[in-house]
Nanobody, 128 residues
């Protein structure tokens, strides 16, 4: 499984970006997906997660109300719409995927140790 993250860039505080995570699999609707980020000198942290069906989502407190995760299984892509960006959102953003069985299609996985596949990431810089 290959994951390609894109959409990062530089933006001023208060601005918006939309990250995309494209997967090279035939059965993308069998994968739960997570977005993580890592800032220089800091540990990697989870940002948002979405179930394989798309019906369940989760956000870390620091991004609630500002970020929206969604997916288009027909396009093998998960999106992270980021708004009201703050300088503390500056980080390298990674998407990750975990293959699950249909019995867990509504479950989100909130820790990095669940995930088997990782993309190469995309840089987000928020600065005035």
């Amino acid at each position: 499984v290959q994951l390609q993250a894109s959409g990062g860039g530089s933006v001023q505080p208060g601005g918006s970006l939309r990250l995309s995570c494209a997967a090279s699999v035939l059965d993308f609707d069998s994968y739960a997906v997570g977005w993580f980020r890592q800032a220089p000198g800091k540990e990697r942290e989870g940002v948002s997660y979405i179930s394989s069906s798309g019906s369940s989502t989760y956000y870390v407190d620091s991004v609630k109300g500002r970020f929206t995760i969604s997916r288009d299984n027909a396009k093998n892509t998960v999106y992270l719409q980021m708004g009201s960006l703050k300088p503390e959102d500056t980080a390298f953003y990674y998407c990750s995927a975990k293959r699950i069985t249909s019995a867990y299609s509504e479950r989100v996985y909130r820790h990095d140790y669940y995930y088997d596949y990782w993309g190469q990431g995309t840089q987000v810089t928020v600065s005035s």
